[in-house]
């Protein structure tokens, strides 16, 4: 099966950098993505690591280190429109097509 | 525009009835997903299709069905069976199974409320 585990709510003021971070635990790992939800709205996709390293995208960056089954988001210069939920999501070789495993989300709240 | 589109944003229906929720995409994606989700909780997966006439449950079929008879459209229907019905609906779609990134799109979801 396959366990993902990030934190449920971060705090951080607007303006400084903050980092939410995601472990999973899959048998066959085949790439992991980071949405951003505001409340009530679509999930929409912020990033994709398949190897191992960082990929910057503006101010939003992730990593991936597949030994350690650790992915990060870092997102830097915060704004408030950044206050939103974070979502980790694992695609695994073992599940047909193309389907994710979800964490629970990290609520991220940026304050002034 | 392309996109997904899901209606009502919101609906309500009496306990034991059945409800469909609707899913359009012009994408032309082959694949379409539906998810659950609960307040402070992240995606489930109920039900995905990878071609039209053709579909798989998720992790929480139960309660649930689908049909892929063209494939712009996966409508989702909530039967009475489904214990816990209230929750927020997401339909996705992406490109096919196999590709390198293949990244799902989400629609902007529909709110049920069982009353």
């Known amino acids: 099966g396959q366990n993902i585990d990030q934190p449920t709510e971060m705090t951080a003021t607007e303006g400084a950098i903050v980092q939410i971070n995601c472990t999973y635990q899959t048998s066959g790992f085949n790439g992991l993505f980071w949405y951003q939800q505001h409340a009530g709205e679509a999930p929409t996709f912020l990033s994709y690591n398949v190897l191992d390293g960082l990929e910057e995208k503006g101010r939003f960056s992730s990593f991936l280190s597949r030994s350690k089954g650790y992915s990060y988001l870092l997102l830097k210069e915060l704004q408030m429109k950044d206050s939103a939920s974070y979502l980790c999501?694992?695609?695994?070789?073992?599940?047909?097509?193309?389907?994710?495993?979800f964490g629970g989300g990290t609520r991220l709240m940026v304050k002034p | 525009d392309g996109g997904i589109t899901q209606s009502p944003k919101y609906l309500f229906r009496k306990e034991g009835q059945n409800v469909t929720l609707s899913c359009e995409q012009n994408?032309?994606?082959?694949?379409m997903y539906w998810y659950r989700q609960d307040p402070g909780q992240g995606l489930r997966l109920i039900y995905y299709s990878q071609i039209v006439n053709d579909f798989q449950k998720g992790d929480i079929a139960e309660g649930y069905s689908v049909s892929r008879e063209k494939k712009e459209s996966f409508p989702l229907t909530v039967t009475s069976a489904q214990k816990n019905p209230t929750a927020f609906y997401l339909c996705a779609s992406s490109i096919s199974g196999r590709a390198w990134l293949n990244e799902q799109f989400f629609g902007p979801g529909t709110r049920l409320t069982v009353l």
């Open positions: 994408l032309n994606h082959d694949a």
């Open positions: 999501a694992v695609r695994d070789l073992g599940r047909a097509g193309n389907m994710l495993t």
